[in-house]
């Protein structure tokens, strides 16, 4: 590094990549050492349509390990300069540099060890408007230290709320006592959107589309975000750029945006959900002072959930399971597939079992209030949700228990629930879990079950078509109303939901964001029909949610009224 010869061949390579990249619409950063006056700098150089845009030196200098900078390089830190001279250009200089993308975005870049201390430079970039983040890197690979860099990347862009691009030299990097692997990785809010292969003797490009809006979004909901702004802690330098002409979308989006799809992953967050529901209910039923729990049991996914978490509570709390009182409401609607998996589930639980039917009540209800037994309206409907929590509260109060509302996340945003009948529990135990969550906990929790039995029901009610059951079943016992042909399929609901909510997407973000993960499975046409229904529900149906009982945030998602969402119900 102290070789005049190889400080005069970096110049003259950053040159040649100056007129080789001249016309190219992107801004590129370049590693290189520069000297300046007695000092000699390790530095990104900015690079841009043929100019240079900007030199950043790098403020740590680590000296210890096999680590032996401090012998040629000096800290950015140390030096007042605000510009220098390269390949016969005057340009800034300086640790205080951010570059403007075009209209795009802003970006900061901080070198290798930087990334690595206390305060990173990285975090006062994007403090100061920096969305995309940029490390140069030579960092030489240890059996553990991968872990380790994919975690702190992951960590610096979530805890910036940023992009951050993290490039290291590989296969054909000098060593003696080293060896260098090479990692490319892209993650954005902390998320992992690409990576290069380690250990790789081939050239690699890795590149991904960037959502500067998701982060803007991320900043503005964290009120404590801005509040670390200084006055005009770094320079800002105009970087033009291009759009991409190839049409590509480089950029992952899960059809499932709440769970990991498949793994250790998976299992780490299943078992998650499951503790953090448990425990609130623990909670509650400690403080109350209850040794009951009271719940309606219809056999879909909803309630299944519910009960296997309520026994999984009274377990740790070292309750009888013979406190929860599992009650199967009959109906006109109550299928005979439903009927069977919600009584075999309770018996193979060992809670107390209790059957009460509503048909006679509800008739004799019809007639109080003079409805037609032939009507189908949302009175006959919603008549039947009412009369089975009244059963509910009616039978807490008998055994001095909770009733444990069984709702979704997905159900709250659709306003799909009886004011006053199924929206109201003492305690709404799903209240934070979309449908396809529930979906997911109860596939997985059927792979782990030891016991074949409950195995089996579990996997029967994920397969069983959701239905509230309201309407008089076929005259074979089945199923009469299908919940997905009413107000559309849930896992386009819940996508809908998390990037309107989440990411603060608009209308046609989510359109485009759905056609590309639904690619193949629902066409423009079906996406825009069902968001249409999405919006007109979510935006009618505020009040129900507004009205809604306590219950335990579990997800990044709640439309709790005294949490995370605030809405008038009369908002358009």
Same mark, same amino acid.
Do not use: D
């Given at each position: 590094f102290l070789q005049s010869g190889l400080l005069r061949a970096a110049v003259e390579s950053l040159a040649d990549l100056l007129r080789r990249t001249a016309d190219l619409p992107l801004?590129?950063?370049?590693?290189? +050492?520069?000297?300046?006056? /007695?000092?000699?700098?390790n530095c990104a150089v900015v690079i841009g349509g043929g100019t240079i845009?900007?030199?950043? +030196?790098?403020?740590?200098? /680590?000296n210890y390990s096999e680590f032996y900078e401090a012998r040629h390089f000096s800290s950015g830190a140390d030096t007042e300069l605000t510009a220098c001279r390269l390949c016969g250009q005057e340009v800034p200089f300086g640790r205080d540099l951010l570059f403007r993308l075009g209209d795009y975005a802003t970006m900061g870049i901080e070198i290798c060890e930087d990334m690595w201390v206390p305060l990173s430079p990285s975090l006062a970039q994007a403090v100061d408007g920096a969305e995309v983040l940029v490390n140069l890197s030579a960092s030489p690979e240890s059996a553990g230290k991968h872990d380790y860099l994919r975690a702190l990347v992951r960590q610096q862009s979530e805890r910036a709320k940023a992009a951050y691009i993290y490039c290291s030299a590989g296969f054909g990097e000098s060593s003696t006592d080293l060896s260098f692997a090479g990692n490319g990785i892209i993650v954005e809010n902390g998320a992992m959107l690409r990576e290069t292969e380690r250990f790789c003797t081939e050239e690699q490009l890795v590149a991904a589309d960037v959502d500067i809006e998701l982060l803007v979004t991320a900043r503005r909901r964290t009120s404590t975000f801005a509040q670390h702004r200084q006055e005009a802690a770094h320079r800002v330098i105009a970087v033009p750029v291009g759009a991409s002409s190839s049409g590509a979308f480089e950029r992952p989006i899960p059809r499932n945006p709440y769970m990991p799809a498949g793994g250790e992953e998976l299992a780490v967050r299943c078992r998650e959900v499951l503790d953090i529901q448990s425990w609130g209910l623990m909670q509650r039923l400690d403080h109350t002072g209850c040794r009951h729990a009271v719940l309606g049991i219809s056999g879909g996914l909803d309630s299944t959930l519910a009960l296997l978490v309520v026994v999984r509570a009274f377990d740790k709390l070292g309750y009888d399971r013979r406190g929860i009182?599992?009650?199967?409401?009959p109906g006109f609607g109550t299928s005979d597939r439903t009927y069977a998996n919600a009584v075999e589930l309770?018996?193979?639980l060992g809670v107390t079992l209790r059957e009460i039917p509503i048909r006679k009540a509800c008739e004799q209800h019809f007639a109080d209030i003079g409805l037609d037994p032939s009507d189908r309206s949302a009175t006959y409907e919603n008549a039947q949700a009412r009369e089975r929590t009244q059963i509910l509260m009616d039978v807490a109060n008998q055994v001095g228990g909770l009733v444990i509302g069984t709702g979704d996340l997905s159900e709250l945003a659709l306003g799909w629930a009886t004011y006053n009948g199924d929206q109201m529990s003492m305690?709404?135990?799903?209240?934070?879990?979309?449908?396809?969550?529930?979906?997911?906990?109860?596939?997985?929790m059927a792979q782990v079950c030891q016991d074949d039995a409950i195995r089996e029901i579990l996997l029967d009610v994920v397969a069983t078509p959701i239905s509230p059951e309201l309407l008089p079943s076929s005259e074979e016992g089945g199923i009469a109303q299908?919940?997905?042909?009413?107000?559309g399929p849930y896992e386009l609901h819940d996508f809908f939901l998390y990037h309107f909510i989440q990411n603060g997407y608009s209308p046609a973000k989510i359109l485009f964001a759905a056609e590309k993960a639904f690619d193949g499975r629902y066409d423009r046409a079906t996406i825009l029909r069902w968001m249409r229904v999405f919006f007109q529900r979510f935006f009618s149906q505020q009040f129900k949610r507004s009205a809604m009982p306590d219950g335990p945030k579990v997800g990044i998602i709640s439309l709790s009224p005294r949490g995370d969402w605030r809405m008038p119900s009369d908002a358009t």
């Open positions: 801004a590129a950063i370049v590693g290189m +050492p520069v000297p300046l006056g /007695p000092a000699l700098y845009r900007g030199v950043v +030196p790098k403020t740590f200098i /680590p009182v599992g009650i199967t409401m309770m018996r193979e305690y709404g135990l799903n209240a934070s879990l979309p449908k396809t969550l529930i979906q997911v906990l109860l596939r997985w299908h919940t997905e042909k009413l107000v």
